[in-house]
C-alpha cells in the first residue's frame, strides 16, 4: 500500500542537522523557516515605518540619535526626503511580498496542507524545499539594496517608471532599483514553486473521504489564492524584466520619447508608462487576495472553532471565495482611474470593483451568523479573528468610497487610501496571520501558548490599529497626498499637525505592544505548556496525529479516513460539542479498502 | 478549556461604544473635513460621497452591532456545553446577496451619471484652455494666447529661460504664454486643463475643486470644470514624482474673466 511505504521511507530516513533544519524537505519545517523569516521582515517593516512616522510628526526637527541610527540616510539627524521615499518604498515593498505573501501563504500553505487534507508531505517535496530557498535568496537580495551607494529602491512600491527607470530621476532609481527588481523576480520564482506545490497537493494528495467539500477552509482560501498566486506573478515577472532591461540596456517598453531629466535630454522612444500600470495592476489587485484570502480562510476556521458552531454556509463560503478571485482579475483599472487611462475603461472597472463588495458581504454575514448563539471561547486566535472581521468591514466599507470613479477624482493618492488598505489588506491579513499563529502554534511546536500575554497582544494591537489608521481616512477626505516627506509646504495639511504626531505617538506603543508577542512566541517554544494532541477540541485532521508535535510523514500509523465535512461542532447527534472529520461514528461498515 | 471572556466582550463593548461617539463628534465638528468647494462638478462628487457615507456608516455600525453584542452574549463556559446548531439557511443566504448587490448597483450608476458629466462630455468650445506641463519639481503653465492655439514644443529647446521648449519658430508660438506656478482660469466659466510631463508622471491636484488627473510624459491627458468661487487655492502634486515630490506647489487664482484678460494682456508683454 501506498501509504504505508511512504511511512517507512519516511521513518527511516536518517535526519542530520542540515536535513532537518536547513534544507528540509519537511512542509512543516519549511512552513515554520517561512513564518521565521516572515516574523524577521516584520519587525523591519515596522521599524521603517517607525521612521517614516518619526519624520511626518516631527518635520525638520533635528533629532542627533537619526543620525546614529541611520547615518548618511539622516545627516544632521533630519531624515533626507530621498531616504524618507526610499524608507516608504521599502516598508510597502517588505509588508506586501515579504510579511504578509511570504508569511502567509507560506507559512499556513506549507504547514497545513497535508495536515488538514491528510497527507504524508507536499507533492513536490524537494521543490517546496527550493521555493523557500530561493525566497531567502530574494530577501538576501532586497536587503543587501539597502547598503548600496545611492541607496534602496525610492520610487514605491508599485515602482512607476519612468521615475523609476532612470537614475537621474531619483537616488533610489539606481544600483538599488536593479537589485530592487532582481530580488523580487527571484521572489516570484519562489512563489510559482509554492503555487503549483499546493495546486497539485490539494488536488492529488487528499486522503481517502477527503473531498474538495469536505476541505476545511483555510485549506479552500489557501488553494484559491496559489491559483490566482500561479495566474498573477508571472504577469509581473514579465513586467518587472521588461523594466529592468529598460532601466539597464536602453530597452523603450515603458520609456517615452523626449524625456528631459536632470538637465539631460533622454533618448528612449516609443515606450508607454501607463502600460507599465495595467501590468503591474493586472498582477496587484489579485495579489490582494492572494494575501487576504488565506487570512479570511483562517479567520472562518479560527471562528467556527471556538464559536463551537459549523460555520455558517460553508458552501456559501467558498463560493465566495471564488466570486472573489474571479473579480480580482477584471478590477485592476480602478488603481489607474485619473492615470489618463480612457474614461470609459473606468466605467467598467467601476462595477466588476464595486462588486467585489457583495462576495464579502456574504462573507461578513456568514461569520456573524456562524457567532450568534454560539458559545464563544475568548482565546487569543477568537479574539484575533473577531478583531479581523471588525478591520475587514472597516475597509472593505471604504473601498465602495474608492472604487465609484467620481469619489476616487479627489480620494485618490491621499490618505484615505493610505488608511483602507492598511485596515483591508495590511491589518486583517497581519491578524490572520496571528490568528493562525495562536491556534496552530500547539501544533507546530508542541507546547502552548500564554493566553494572557496573547490577549494583552490582541488589545493593544486592535485598538492600536484603529487609532493609527482610522484618523487617516479625515485626513484623506481633506485631500492631504500620501507619499509626502512632509505636510509643511500647504497651510490645509498643516491643520493636521496635531493628528499626525498622535498616529505617530499610536504607532510607536503599537509596535512596542509586539515585544509581548514576540516573547510569548519564543518564550512558549521553550517554556510553554506541553499541548495535549488536540487542545482546542477542533474536528480536522491536522489534530488526530500521533503526536501533538508531528514529525515528518505527520501520521505514524496510517493517515485517517475522512467521513464527515468540516468544523462540525455542537452537531445534535455527537455526544460531545465536536465530531472529527476521522470519527466514523455512523459509517462503521464503511471500511478503508472499500 | 477555560478561557474566561467576560472582560473582553465587555472591552468589545467599550471599544466599539467609545470609538463611535467619537467618531461621530468629530465628523459633525469638522462637517466632514471637505475644503471649501469650488467647482461645480465637485458638489456631485461630496454629494456621492455624504450619501456613500451615510450608506456605509449605516452598515458600519449595524454590523459592528452585531458583532459586538454577540461576543458580550454567547460567552461560552468552556464546559463542552454545546452551541446552537444552524449551518446553513438558503434564504438568508440569499437576502444578503441580493441587497447588497442592490444597493451597490444603485450606487454605481448615480456615481456613473456624475462620470459622465465629467469626462464623457465634449468641454464647449469657447472653452479658457490652459496647458499645464510637470516637471521636478514645479508646474509650467502656458496659455495660448490670442490666437487660441498652442506653438509647437520640442524637448530639444528646452533651456533655462525657455522651460517646455517652445518652438519660437512656430506662428501659433508668437503669443504664447508661460508662466510658472501660477494657474489662473476665468470664474464660471468653463475651463480646459491639458496635461503634460517633462520628466515622470506627475498627478495634477487641485483638492478645492475636485480635479485630479496625471500628467504622464509621452502623452496629453485633459480635465475640463467650471470654477465657481473667486479666490486663491493650492495646486498639488498628487503622484509621486521625487524627492521634492511634497512641496511642488503651484496657485489657482480664479477670477473674473475681464480681470484674467488684463492679466493675460500685462504676462504677454513681459513674455
Given at each position: 500500500m501506498a501509504s504505508e511505504h511512504a511511512v517507512g521511507t519516511v521513518e527511516h530516513h536518517k535526519e542530520t542537522f542540515i536535513s532537518k533544519y536547513v534544507f528540509s524537505y519537511d512542509h512543516k519545517m519549511i512552513g515554520k523557516q517561512y513564518m521565521i523569516t516572515a516574523l524577521v521582515w516584520a519587525l523591519i517593516g515596522m521599524a521603517l515605518s517607525w521612521i517614516m512616522r518619526i519624520q511626518l510628526a516631527y518635520p525638520a526637527e533635528q533629532m542627533p540619535w537619526l543620525e546614529t541610527v541611520l547615518g548618511r540616510y539622516a545627516e544632521g539627524g533630519i531624515l533626507a526626503p530621498e531616504y524618507y521615499l526610499a524608507m516608504m518604498t521599502m516598508h510597502g515593498t517588505i509588508m506586501?511580498?515579504?510579511?504578509?505573501?511570504?508569511?502567509?501563504?507560506?507559512?499556513?500553505?506549507?504547514?497545513?496542507?497535508?495536515?488538514?487534507?491528510?497527507?504524508?508531505?507536499?507533492?513536490?517535496?524537494?521543490?517546496?524545499?527550493?521555493?523557500?530557498?530561493?525566497?531567502?535568496?530574494?530577501?538576501?537580495?532586497?536587503?543587501?539594496?539597502?547598503?548600496?551607494?545611492?541607496?534602496?529602491?525610492?520610487?514605491?512600491?508599485?515602482?512607476?517608471?519612468?521615475?523609476?527607470?532612470?537614475?537621474?530621476?531619483?537616488?533610489?532609481?539606481?544600483?538599488?532599483?536593479?537589485?530592487?527588481?532582481?530580488?523580487?523576480?527571484?521572489?516570484?520564482?519562489?512563489?510559482?514553486?509554492?503555487?503549483?506545490?499546493?495546486?497539485?497537493?490539494?488536488?492529488?494528495?487528499?486522503?481517502?473521504?477527503?473531498?474538495?467539500g469536505r476541505m476545511p477552509l483555510t485549506v479552500w482560501a489557501i488553494f484559491i489564492a496559489a491559483i490566482l498566486g500561479l495566474l498573477a506573478f508571472p504577469v509581473l515577472l514579465s513586467g518587472a524584466i521588461m523594466l529592468l532591461l529598460d532601466k539597464n540596456l536602453a530597452t523603450s517598453f515603458f520609456i517615452p520619447a523626449g524625456l528631459y531629466i536632470g538637465g539631460e535630454l533622454l533618448s528612449y522612444e516609443g515606450g508607454s508608462p501607463i502600460l507599465w500600470q495595467h501590468i503591474f495592476w493586472f498582477f496587484g489587485h489579485p495579489?490582494?487576495?492572494?494575501?487576504?484570502?488565506?487570512?479570511?480562510?483562517?479567520?472562518?476556521?479560527?471562528?467556527?472553532?471556538?464559536?463551537r458552531k459549523?460555520?455558517?454556509?460553508?458552501?456559501?463560503?467558498?463560493?465566495?471565495?471564488?466570486?472573489?478571485?474571479?473579480?480580482?482579475?477584471?478590477?485592476?483599472?480602478?488603481?489607474?482611474?485619473?492615470?489618463?487611462?480612457?474614461?470609459?475603461?473606468?466605467?467598467?472597472?467601476?462595477l466588476t470593483t464595486i462588486l467585489i463588495a457583495v462576495p464579502s458581504a456574504v462573507k461578513v454575514f456568514n461569520w456573524l451568523a456562524t457567532l450568534w448563539r454560539g458559545k464563544l471561547h475568548f482565546t487569543p486566535a477568537m479574539l484575533f479573528a473577531i478583531g479581523?472581521?471588525?478591520?475587514?468591514?472597516?475597509?472593505?466599507?471604504?473601498?465602495?468610497?474608492?472604487?465609484?470613479?467620481?469619489?476616487?477624482?479627489?480620494?485618490?493618492?491621499?490618505?484615505?487610501?493610505?488608511a483602507h488598505f492598511h485596515f483591508v489588506m495590511g491589518a486583517a491579513a497581519l491578524f490572520g496571520i496571528f490568528a493562525g499563529i495562536y491556534h496552530w502554534f500547539p501544533k507546530m511546536y508542541g507546547r502552548m501558548m500564554n493566553n494572557t500575554m496573547g490577549k494583552l497582544h490582541f488589545w493593544l494591537t486592535f485598538i492600536g490599529?484603529?487609532?493609527?489608521?482610522?484618523?487617516?481616512?479625515?485626513?484623506?477626505?481633506?485631500?492631504?497626498?500620501?507619499?509626502?516627506?512632509?505636510?509643511?509646504?500647504?497651510?490645509?495639511?498643516?491643520?493636521?499637525?496635531?493628528?499626525?504626531?498622535?498616529?505617530?505617538?499610536?504607532?510607536?506603543?503599537?509596535?512596542?505592544?509586539?515585544?509581548?508577542?514576540?516573547?510569548?512566541?519564543?518564550?512558549?517554544?521553550?517554556?510553554?505548556?506541553?499541548?495535549?494532541?488536540?487542545?482546542?477540541?477542533?474536528?480536522?485532521?491536522?489534530?488526530?496525529?500521533?503526536?501533538?508535535?508531528?514529525?515528518?510523514?505527520?501520521?505514524?500509523?496510517?493517515?485517517?479516513?475522512?467521513?464527515?465535512?468540516?468544523?462540525?461542532?455542537?452537531?445534535?447527534?455527537?455526544?460531545?460539542?465536536?465530531?472529527?472529520?476521522?470519527?466514523?461514528?455512523?459509517?462503521e461498515g464503511l471500511e478503508r479498502e472499500n | 478549556m477555560k478561557t474566561s471572556g467576560r472582560l473582553d466582550g465587555l472591552l468589545f463593548v467599550l471599544f466599539f461604544i467609545i470609538g463611535l461617539i467619537a467618531c461621530i463628534w468629530y465628523?459633525?465638528?469638522?462637517?466632514?473635513?471637505?475644503?471649501?468647494?469650488?467647482?461645480?462638478?465637485?458638489?456631485?462628487?461630496?454629494?456621492?460621497?455624504?450619501?456613500?457615507?451615510?450608506?456605509?456608516?449605516?452598515?458600519?455600525?449595524?454590523?459592528?452591532?452585531?458583532?459586538?453584542?454577540?461576543?458580550?452574549?454567547?460567552?461560552?463556559?468552556?464546559?463542552?456545553?454545546?452551541?446552537?446548531?444552524?449551518p446553513d439557511n438558503k434564504k438568508l443566504e440569499i437576502i444578503w446577496t441580493i441587497v447588497p448587490a442592490v444597493i451597490i448597483v444603485a450606487l454605481i450608476v448615480w456615481g456613473q451619471v456624475g462620470w459622465a458629466k465629467i469626462f464623457h462630455t465634449n468641454p464647449p468650445d469657447d472653452a479658457f484652455v490652459v496647458e499645464i506641463v510637470g516637471e521636478q519639481f514645479a508646474w509650467n503653465i502656458r496659455y495660448p494666447g490670442e490666437d487660441g492655439e498652442f506653438g509647437r514644443t520640442n524637448p530639444e529647446l528646452i533651456t533655462r529661460t525657455n522651460p517646455i521648449g517652445l518652438d519660437r519658430t512656430d506662428p501659433a508660438a508668437e503669443d504664447d504664454i508661460v508662466v510658472l506656478n501660477e494657474l489662473r482660469v476665468p470664474l464660471d466659466h468653463p475651463v480646459l486643463l491639458k496635461l503634460r510631463s517633462k520628466d515622470v508622471i506627475h498627478s495634477v491636484f487641485l483638492p478645492n475643486f475636485r480635479v485630479?488627473?496625471?500628467?504622464?510624459?509621452?502623452?496629453?491627458?485633459?480635465?475640463?470644470?467650471?470654477?465657481?468661487?473667486?479666490?486663491?487655492?493650492?495646486?498639488?502634486?498628487?503622484?509621486?514624482?521625487?524627492?521634492?515630490?511634497?512641496?511642488?506647489?503651484?496657485?489657482?487664482?480664479?477670477?473674473?474673466?475681464?480681470?484674467?484678460?488684463?492679466?493675460?494682456?500685462?504676462?504677454?508683454?513681459?513674455?
Open positions: 506586501v511580498f515579504f510579511v504578509l505573501t511570504a508569511g502567509l501563504i507560506g507559512t499556513f500553505g506549507n504547514f497545513l496542507i497535508p495536515l488538514q487534507i491528510g497527507a504524508r508531505d507536499m507533492a513536490f517535496p524537494f521543490i517546496n524545499m527550493l521555493s523557500y530557498w530561493t525566497f531567502f535568496l530574494a530577501s538576501v537580495i532586497m536587503l543587501l539594496s539597502f547598503f548600496v551607494e545611492s541607496g534602496p529602491a525610492a520610487a514605491g512600491w508599485t515602482v512607476y517608471p519612468p521615475l523609476s527607470a532612470i537614475a537621474a530621476a531619483i537616488p533610489g532609481s539606481g544600483a538599488g532599483q536593479t537589485l530592487w527588481l532582481l530580488s523580487i523576480g527571484v521572489f516570484i520564482v519562489s512563489s510559482l514553486f509554492g503555487s503549483l506545490n499546493y495546486i497539485v497537493t490539494v488536488l492529488n494528495m487528499r486522503t481517502k473521504g477527503m473531498t474538495m495579489e490582494v487576495y492572494i494575501v487576504a484570502l488565506p487570512a479570511l480562510g483562517i479567520c472562518s476556521e479560527v471562528i467556527a472553532t471556538y464559536a459549523p460555520l455558517f454556509g460553508y458552501k456559501a463560503m467558498v463560493a465566495s471565495l471564488l466570486a472573489i478571485a474571479f473579480l480580482s482579475f477584471i478590477v485592476w483599472g480602478h488603481h489607474m482611474f485619473v492615470s489618463g487611462m480612457n474614461p470609459f475603461l473606468g466605467s467598467v472597472f467601476v479581523l472581521v471588525s478591520l475587514f468591514i472597516t475597509g472593505g466599507l471604504t473601498g465602495i468610497f474608492l472604487g465609484n470613479a467620481p469619489i476616487d477624482i479627489q480620494l485618490h493618492d491621499t490618505y484615505f487610501v493610505v490599529i484603529y487609532l493609527i489608521f482610522f484618523p487617516m481616512h479625515f485626513m484623506g477626505t481633506t485631500g492631504v497626498p500620501r507619499r509626502y516627506y512632509a505636510f509643511t509646504e500647504f497651510e490645509y495639511t498643516m491643520q493636521y499637525g496635531g493628528m499626525n504626531e498622535f498616529i505617530t505617538i499610536a504607532a510607536l506603543i503599537t509596535g512596542a505592544a509586539q515585544i509581548i508577542f514576540l516573547i510569548n512566541f519564543f518564550g512558549s517554544m521553550y517554556l510553554g505548556k506541553k499541548a495535549e494532541r488536540n487542545p482546542w477540541n477542533a474536528t480536522s485532521l491536522e489534530w488526530t496525529t500521533d503526536d501533538p508535535m508531528p514529525g515528518h510523514g505527520n501520521w505514524k500509523g496510517e493517515i485517517p479516513m475522512v467521513y464527515r465535512g468540516p468544523h462540525q461542532f455542537s452537531t445534535p447527534e455527537g455526544k460531545e460539542d465536536y465530531v472529527m472529520q476521522s470519527d466514523n461514528t455512523g459509517f | 465628523l459633525i465638528r469638522h462637517d466632514p473635513g471637505f475644503l471649501p468647494l469650488a467647482s461645480e462638478h465637485g458638489g456631485f462628487i461630496d454629494n456621492l460621497f455624504v450619501v456613500t457615507l451615510i450608506i456605509t456608516g449605516i452598515v458600519f455600525i449595524l454590523t459592528h452591532v452585531l458583532l459586538v453584542f454577540f461576543t458580550f452574549r454567547y460567552k461560552g463556559n468552556g464546559n463542552g456545553e454545546k452551541a446552537f446548531w444552524y485630479k488627473m496625471d500628467a504622464v510624459p509621452g502623452m496629453t491627458t485633459t480635465f475640463s470644470f467650471k470654477p465657481t468661487v473667486e479666490g486663491e487655492f493650492d495646486l498639488l502634486c498628487a503622484e509621486l514624482c521625487g524627492l521634492g515630490h511634497y512641496r511642488m506647489r503651484g496657485y489657482v487664482v480664479v477670477q473674473p474673466m475681464e480681470e484674467l484678460e488684463v492679466w493675460l494682456s500685462e504676462q504677454r508683454e513681459m513674455n
